[in-house]
């Protein structure tokens, strides 16, 4: 048995509550879209161990396949990728029910996987043969042809529209470059530093950022002529980088409730909601805000741009996001109240519990309650 690294506390920048026992060797976490579960990669028991993070306690231990490295979450929470680096497959992981429903063979020795930010893809990039595997979430299979790129490719990262996919090549010191809609590489490699693992983009996607593993420096991109136009010295071996996301500032709901009816044999549901927005807000704007829900272990991002005014002055989603059909009417009720109506298909919540915790986040306005 082995330990995760610790739970940190950001406020604070200290370490909480005892370590959390996992599997053997872990590798890898990644967080759900709500923050409620972590996926550790456990290398040697060729598991997954399931975090529940209220109370940092494994809840689940799911077999996958052999030697499993990376895991990535689709954007609605509902499926997570794990890339079996021993015996060239993903497992796709039903995160309702936590098991492994299928089992998709890719290239050569697959170390990492990313999904795009509208979450109809997942690229798998395959170290031993020097490949990118595209594979459609929608049916879980591979589509095209490997897709060819530099030496030895360890990770992929996107930048914030996904028009573009960034694999770092350990094996040659460069970073490809793929153009999302064609799956077809733009340009040559661009050179970075000795065997580049980690990438990572500014909000505006204008900047990237390579931890060069093997000569401890960080290469920055600008991604408007895909050149290297700084190199940082850090500390020794760097693997990763990430960038702090610009600090918003969340206005609260003031009150809020909902009911929800679950149908979950036809996978369905209907919400009804209503809110007031807190004293800090500067009101919605669903017509230029994304609007987020969660319920449960499921999450689903409208972006902006996608609701509709009608002629009552209630704004409308209607369409597919992530294989989910989903209908969402905001009707504004006068002096900050809203009432927030959700029809959905295609939808998979687990538990038999009578109250699931629901949250609606408009722009930077949100809240949380429990439904009934």
């Known amino acids: 048995m082995n330990i995760c690294d610790r739970t940190i506390d950001t406020a604070t920048n200290t370490a909480v509550g005892s370590p959390i026992a996992v599997g053997n060797r872990p590798n890898a976490v990644a967080i759900t879209p709500n923050g409620a579960s972590v996926y550790v990669t456990n290398l040697i028991d060729n598991t997954v161990s399931v975090i529940d993070t209220a109370t940092n306690t494994v809840v689940d231990l799911i077999s996958v396949g052999n030697i499993p490295a990376v895991v990535a979450i689709s954007p609605n929470g509902i499926s997570a990728y794990v890339t079996n680096l021993g015996d060239n497959t993903v497992s796709v992981i039903d995160t309702a029910s936590n098991t492994e429903v299928n089992l998709i063979s890719v ?24 490949t990118i595997s595209v594979i459609d979430t929608a049916t879980n299979t591979v589509v095209g042809f490997p897709i060819p790129v530099g030496f030895g490719p360890f990770s992929v990262a996107f930048n914030p529209n996904g028009t573009r996919a960034y694999i770092a090549n350990i094996g040659d010191g460069t970073v490809s470059v793929i153009d999302t809609a064609t799956n077809t590489v733009v340009g040559s490699p661009i050179p970075v530093g000795n065997s580049p693992k980690g990438v990572a983009f500014t909000s505006n996607g204008n900047i990237a950022y390579v931890a060069n593993n093997g000569d401890n420096t960080i290469s920055v991109i600008d991604t408007a002529t895909n050149t290297v136009v700084n190199s940082i010295p850090v500390g020794v071996n760097p693997a990763e980088v990430a960038i702090i996301p610009s600090i918003v500032s969340i206005s609260s709901f003031s009150t ?6 679950i149908n979950r044999i036809r996978g369905d549901f209907e919400l009804y909601a209503a809110f007031t927005l807190g004293r800090t807000t500067n009101g919605i704007k669903p017509l230029t805000e994304a609007v987020t829900l969660s319920i449960d272990k499921f999450t689903t991002s409208i972006q902006p741009g996608s609701f509709r005014m009608l002629r009552n002055g209630n704004f409308e989603f209607d369409g597919t996001v992530n294989g989910v059909e989903l209908k969402v009417i905001i009707q504004p009720l006068g002096r900050n109240k809203f009432a927030f109506m959700a029809d959905a298909r295609g939808v998979k919540l687990s538990g038999t519990a009578i109250k699931v915790p629901v949250t609606i986040t408009i722009g930077d306005d949100s809240g949380k309650t429990s439904a009934k």
């Open 256 to 261: 809020f409730i909902a009911k929800i009816d």
């Open 107 to 130: 290239g050569l020795n697959p170390t990492g996987v990313g999904i795009i930010p509208n979450g109809t893809r997942a690229y798998v990039t395959n170290q031993s043969d020097s």
